[in-house]
């Protein structure tokens, strides 16, 4: 197989490259100006997800703007339930709703097993779309929400600060919930795949609320599968070029040794993890995305970039490191402040700095 | 100095008890029918806080209803806040209010350095009017916010969900915010050792936000503040017994070697650390407090007492184990499942049960 040109692409299967990488979770947002305006255009935030001419026009403003080192699809993680059979609506400033919620093996079985060729059509001409846009200038990353995340949004109907409903139904109906697991592992697997097939070059799982688990809980209920959906990717894209997989789980630090042995390539971390020990923990088993603390892009531009450099200094010269912040940018982050971190990484270079 | 009796101060002290001792974090809260029936005759919360009679009564309710091994002063971390010249109210459902919010030297300046014998004493007055009402059946637990915690809804003014003004101080203007760290380290300590002079035979410090740090922000920001309070407790109450402090910091088990170090007796752990682990890791230069998931109340009683089973034996039979879930119970909790919980905790020998 031909090693990937990209540095982004190399970066994820520890390869050498000219500089370290940058993409930010989020790059496409509200604290863009002209995000705001398409967004506008296309009416609502679900609108723009459904539209694949505007959700290209979203994914490509921040690769324009700054000259990011990979395009993520723009869509949302809930899109798979949705294609399942549930409602799905963003209230304002209220976060997603689903419904009905899923409570019962009866719920369950209404569940449907989409096809993304047709059922998720939608996503899949949004990326040939991006594809036609970029025209090889980077890498477009797909991805979608961990089975865990997704299946907390389906049995708690919306966002959680207890996560009761699902963690009483962990407890007491661990075999319900495993059936919901299974039927989303399944379901990712085949979105997933399609996404590969229509052109994305990497793939990231988000598990946004695996952090929400004890260790033990984390393994079984998150993290099983989550692997589980790494063996059924096709790994080789349409080009026969390899698709590398980042796994990211937020608050999840003291699982990573555990998330390394996932068959993942990358695994992208959280700012309250320690880069350096990060790395030494996974031993070159994976390579490592992330970390820089989101508040940090609410500083001046010298902190932004001696921040920046201390991310990069802490991963220190080795292979297999993509710059990220170690959660999503915030809506009230502006334009400059981005410019000047990318510019930072951009401009860095192993030796010149302290450590 | 002798020994103490009281199975929960022994366990802080690593000394060898009958059984490991139980309290419950909010273990007087709105889960509690008579809590909420006292409450509504103070009025409010912050009434019920200063009114030393109720705030009796409430702290005593779970204490006569569940045979807890230690109550815990009822009061609320942000009083400290509002003594130094802030104004405090709590919105319905919206969480406290603090302002004006300190951003400058110049707000920092107007704090006041409060006295806790006047200023504080409504809280004075509960601690010997709820000693009065034990008469000895189980220690009194005081405590405070740690001056990373209430420095936080200084600065933001109430709850945040990405706390950038903070973040953006700490980066910016760390010499601002170490100013304001170092007023309420000397707040915090006088606070402490006053509660102490009129009757807590422990003392626990909430660092309930120092998880949204990085490593190295944690140690200079949170830790250090905690440290320097530590050091500076009278730790022998006026009855000549010594006075254990418990550090509890959620979301910080990444930093658990380092918390051990601060000088405290024990260490307050969340649900994502695992206490076999951790009990390794401190190498008994700590007792060790936690940690139960407050979302198993919500599972059957069968599985309540399987997972209090399973975080004993996961401490296993060596001193040093104070049972208390990782985090305050819910209010969605109900009494029936506390009381299921206490007696699977107060049941429990090792060697009966399988790991």
Redesign the interface.
């Known amino acids: 197989m031909p090693e990937p040109t990209h540095r982004f692409l190399r970066a994820c299967l520890r390869l050498p490259t000219d500089r370290t990488p940058i993409w930010i979770m989020r790059q496409a947002g509200r604290y863009l100006p002209e995000y705001m305006a398409t967004r506008k255009q296309a009416g609502d935030f679900l609108s723009l997800c459904k539209n694949p001419e505007l959700a290209t026009q979203v994914t490509m403003q921040p690769i324009d703007r700054f000259g990011l080192d990979a395009a993520i699809l723009f869509s949302d993680i809930l899109v798979v339930p949705e294609a399942m059979g549930m409602g799905l609506s963003f209230g304002t400033g209220e976060g997603p709703l689903l419904e009905p919620v899923i409570n019962s093996a009866s719920d369950l079985e209404k569940l449907h097993d989409p096809d993304p060729e047709s059922e998720l059509e939608y996503v899949m001409k949004t990326i040939r779309s991006i594809r036609r846009a970029l025209d090889g200038r980077v890498p477009l990353i797909g991805f979608s929400g961990s089975p865990w995340t997704l299946a907390t949004y389906m049995i708690e109907g919306g966002s959680s600060k207890?996560?009761?409903?699902i963690?009483?139904m962990m407890?007491?109906r661990p075999e319900l919930l495993q059936a919901l697991l299974d039927r989303l592992v399944a379901a990712v697997t085949n979105y997933l795949n399609a996404q590969i097939r229509h052109g994305v070059q990497a793939v990231q799982i988000f598990d946004t609320w695996g952090?929400?688990?004890?260790?033990?809980e984390f393994l079984r209920f998150s993290l099983e599968s989550m692997r589980r959906i790494v063996a059924g990717l096709e790994r080789i894209g349409p080009d026969g070029a390899k698709v590398p997989v980042i796994l990211f789980a937020k608050?999840c630090?003291?699982h990573l040794e555990a998330m390394a042995d996932s068959g993942c390539d990358v695994v992208g971390l959280d700012?309250?993890?320690?880069l350096a020990r990060a790395r030494v923990r996974v031993q070159g088993r994976v390579a490592l995305q992330g970390n820089m603390?989101?508040?940090?892009l609410?500083?001046?531009p010298e902190?932004i970039r001696r921040?920046a450099e201390r991310v990069l200094t802490a991963y220190g010269p080795h292979p297999g490191h993509v710059f990220n912040l170690g959660h999503g940018i915030?809506p009230?982050c502006t334009p400059d402040k981005v410019a000047g971190l990318v510019a930072a990484v951009q401009n860095f270079t192993f030796g010149s700095h302290a450590p």
């Open positions: 207890t996560f009761s409903r963690k009483g407890y007491d952090g929400v688990l004890g260790h033990d608050g630090g003291s700012w309250t993890t320690d603390d989101p508040a940090v609410s500083a001046s902190r921040e915030t009230d």
